[in-house]
């Protein structure tokens, strides 16, 4: 048997390596010309993208992104780089003494830097033979796991990868924890799971999406012993023209900032928080739902980098690896 270490690499879309108008145009230039993504015909979709989208997008993604941008940089880079350090530990205890398993983790990104490339070199140059894939997505969906796995099976024959996970029994418990956290300290009489959308044909193509997302929202609201008044479930983040998956988050708070609603917002398919969480319902809806009456508002902030979400990574990874 070979004492190789056995590498990890935790995939994620990707962020910005700067909170500038051109790092944001080269990140969305990468990330909106994938076919998983947009699947209009490039002859169509380059010039509407390069022509008119990127220009103006990028520039004010730019000043959304200096708003939550730290130290540290990209709240996004800065939890998986806090991840992969907690999970190699993790693994390492995990993994048994006398097994004589070693371990190494690293980051790797679909679009911007590191690339999943890059994350698989990393781990090849530490001696790694073999290199497991878990993509940070808790639903399967062609525009981002289907993408992550397409990238890696180019790099890596024969590719082991940490199955759609929204479902294990550890990542609902874990999940619940922190909800319930949030609900004992902010007094809240509805809560909202919130999910990415994706769009209408994607979803009329046989994508099975959506049905996931409701399935580990039930399993939530079971768990955390909510009535069916009490919770609902929504789709955020809409991009482009079309329809998209519903109902929308904006739509949900809207009708409940108009009862007066004092509201809690879990993002259950979110790794870490980003743009999406942090901005666009941090700032953006929290500001429409108090102008549209609402008494109160809160978000429980997704897992990220902590030691305990590391410990239920890090255990699936162990199945996966037998």
């Not at 879309?13 to 230039?29: C, E, I, K, Y």
């Not at 490339?117 to 790694?128: I, N």
């Not at 999910?195 to 955390?224: D, N, W």
Request: glycine share 10%; aromatic share 8%; net charge negative.
């Amino acid at each position: 048997m070979s004492n190789a270490p056995t590498g990890v690499l935790i995939a994620n879309l990707g962020t910005p390596d700067a909170p500038t108008a051109s790092a944001v145009r080269n990140f969305l230039g990468e990330f909106l010309s994938d076919r998983d993504v947009v699947d209009l015909h490039p002859l169509i979709w380059q010039p509407i993208l390069r022509i008119g989208i990127l220009p103006f997008r990028s520039r004010r993604l730019a000043r959304l992104y200096r708003g939550i941008w730290t130290d540290r940089g990209s709240p996004l880079m800065v939890a998986a780089r806090d991840l992969a350090q907690a999970m190699q530990v993790e693994l390492t205890r995990g993994s048994g003494a006398q097994t004589g398993s070693s371990w190494r983790v690293a980051v790797g990104m679909r679009y911007g830097t590191p690339s999943i490339e890059d994350g698989v070199r990393q781990l090849r140059d530490q001696g790694c033979e073999r290199v497991v894939l878990l993509p940070l997505f808790q639903q399967t969906c062609g525009a981002t796991t289907g993408s992550i796995i397409e990238c890696f099976r180019e790099i890596v024959e024969d590719p082991l990868v940490v199955e759609a996970f929204g479902l294990q029994p550890a990542v609902i418990e874990h999940q619940a924890q922190a909800i319930e956290k949030a609900r004992s300290a902010f007094a809240c009489d509805h809560l909202v799971f919130s999910f990415h959308g994706i769009p209408e044909r994607s979803v009329q193509a046989g994508e099975t999406y959506p049905e996931q997302c409701r399935e580990m929202a039930v399993a939530l609201a079971e768990k955390l012993d909510l009535q069916g008044s009490l919770w609902t479930m929504a789709f955020q983040s809409r991009f482009g023209m079309g329809a998209w998956t519903g109902p929308s988050l904006i739509e949900v708070l809207d009708g409940l900032a108009h009862g007066s609603s004092r509201v809690l917002i879990a993002f259950p398919g979110f790794a870490a928080d980003c743009l999406e969480t942090l901005d666009e319902v941090g700032v953006g809806l929290r500001a429409r739902f108090f102008e549209g009456g609402g008494a109160g508002l809160e978000l429980v902030p997704c897992p990220g980098g902590e030691d305990k979400w590391a410990a239920v990574l890090s255990g699936l990874v162990l199945e996966t690896t037998g």
